[in-house]
């Protein structure tokens, strides 16, 4: 089992929709949760960072957070062709550390 | 505000030849990473410096590969020799270790070893 899974893709949807996209981690002591966004050719840049379990809403960007089942989602609403990237998650292990495991990613295609 | 440098963009090289990678963080960060980037295996991190010491290297792959961080300004990955398995994009990043310990990654290095 990877320590973080995410699925490949690509996930399209047509604009204007919420694109969701999902992030399961196996080890139950993670302590900070990130999502990354990668364009072909570039370097990842932060779009968002979670602590606690709940909702975290950042523009059109919603995370989500569930400790108990291990798992982190990225909702983006309103999606925009600009948005079609491919998404990491990223989970750090322990607090005051900076062992951050990315998943694959996910790729995501917004259809104009 | 200058990102992370790191150069070269572009390299490609012979089986068996070293290869220099280069880094420099953003001014005031304390904290330096090297990454691995490939398809199969996503991004891996392989070292990281808090301070310009070596924290980590436990992602290091193997004896082939060494990483120095002289100064606060300047960084390098070294792979010796190159073998074909390491073809890769080699991402630096930097981060300040405050605001939730966000992370800056530079362009990255694309590496072809033929």
């Known amino acids: 089992q990877k320590e973080v899974e995410q699925n490949s893709g690509p996930l399209s949807v047509p604009e204007g929709a919420i694109a969701s996209l999902n992030c399961t981690y196996s080890?139950?002591?993670?302590?900070?949760f990130f999502w990354y966004r990668q364009y072909s050719g570039k370097s990842p840049e932060l779009i968002m960072s979670i602590y606690s379990n709940g909702d975290k809403e950042d523009g059109r960007f919603t995370a989500q957070l569930n400790k108990a089942s291990q798992y982190v989602s990225l909702l983006i609403r309103d999606s925009q062709p600009s948005d079609s990237a491919t998404y990491l998650c990223?989970?750090?292990?322990?607090?005051?550390?900076?062992?951050?495991?990315f998943g694959t990613g996910t790729r995501l295609k917004v259809l104009a | 505000d200058a990102g992370v440098i790191q150069s070269p963009r572009h390299e490609v090289t012979e089986m068996g030849q070293e290869v220099t990678l280069r880094c420099k963080p953003i001014?005031?960060?304390?904290?330096l990473f090297w990454y691995r980037q490939t398809m199969m295996r996503g991004l891996e991190l392989l070292i990281y410096?808090?301070?310009?010491?070596?924290?980590?290297d436990s992602g290091m792959p193997e004896d082939r590969f060494s990483a120095k961080m002289p100064n606060a300004s300047f960084s390098t990955l070294k792979i010796q020799p190159s073998e074909p398995r390491d073809s890769a994009v080699y991402f630096c990043?930097?981060?300040?270790?405050?605001?939730?310990?966000?992370?800056?990654f530079g362009e990255g290095s694309w590496l072809t070893v033929v």
């Open positions: 410096f808090n301070n310009n010491v070596p924290i980590d």
């Open positions: 080890d139950r002591g993670s302590q900070s």
């Open positions: 990223a989970v750090n292990r322990a607090s005051g550390t900076y062992k951050y495991i």
């Open positions: 990043a930097s981060s300040p270790g405050y605001s939730g310990n966000t992370i800056y």
């Open positions: 001014s005031g960060h304390d904290y």
